[in-house]
């Protein structure tokens, strides 16, 4: 099967820096959101992006699925995007998940 | 449009007994997914539904079933429940199977 890897595992940061998450899979894939699973278990879309490049405020995403990676940029962080930061992609007929970044932003 | 609703958010159950777990999808969609969330093994894929037929499943054993009706609301069957089988389990919509997915705020249960 597929595998899914995210990068780093485990973020700390202060608020107001930048930061780059990372996913890189092991097969083509056709499908791919980030998602934001905040302190109360809430999964919330942030992007789907098979390819190319997305903005969404703070937030932007790009994915080269030739080159099999996907990369979230979160900039001037804030205390509430602290939570766990999941890639998530269609494989065949499965929803594969990483094992997620987990990103603690200090005031 | 009201988001993807699951009931009940809270269940404790003990060892043996059998719990059913709701999912109502977002209007109009007709893919609905099933994932278990535990510490230990991350997110997980249970199985999929399409048209009130299951489309795929993942890697758990047969005491995990489901159904989806009509009107596109899915149902989840876990019988003779295993200490392991605590754990988040969430439900996901989308229009059709390769389009975003769209989450629930999950069913959280525990076994005693």
Redesign the interface.
């Given at each position: 099967g597929i595998q899914v890897e995210q990068s780093p595992p485990d973020l700390i940061l202060q608020e107001g820096a930048n930061s780059t998450l990372r996913c890189n899979f092991s097969d083509s894939v056709n499908n791919l959101q980030w998602f934001h699973q905040n302190p109360w278990g809430q999964l919330i879309n942030l992007f789907y992006i098979p390819s190319g490049t997305k903005q969404n405020g703070r937030l932007s995403a790009t994915t080269v699925a030739t080159e099999r990676y996907s990369l979230l940029y979160i900039s001037s962080s804030q205390t509430t995007d602290s939570g766990v930061y999941f890639c998530a992609l269609r494989y065949g007929q499965n929803f594969v998940f990483g094992p997620g970044t987990r990103l603690s932003v200090l005031p | 449009k009201a988001g993807v609703t699951q009931t009940p958010r809270y269940l404790i159950k003990t060892r043996g007994q059998q719990v059913t777990l709701s999912c109502s999808p977002i209007s109009g969609h007709r893919s609905v997914?099933w994932?278990q969330?535990t510490p230990g093994q991350?997110?997980?894929?249970l199985f999929?539904y399409f048209s009130e037929t299951q489309?795929?499943k993942?890697n758990f054993p047969g005491r995990f079933s489901g159904r989806q009706f009509s009107n596109s609301r899915s149902e989840m069957n876990v019988s003779t429940l295993e200490l392991g089988d605590s754990a988040?389990y969430?439900c996901?919509s989308s229009p059709e199977?390769?389009?975003?997915?769209?989450?629930g705020?999950?069913t959280?249960l525990s076994i005693l």
């Open positions: - | 997914s994932y969330q991350g997110l997980q894929f999929e489309r795929n993942g988040l969430l996901a199977g390769d389009q975003p997915q769209h989450f705020d999950g959280r």
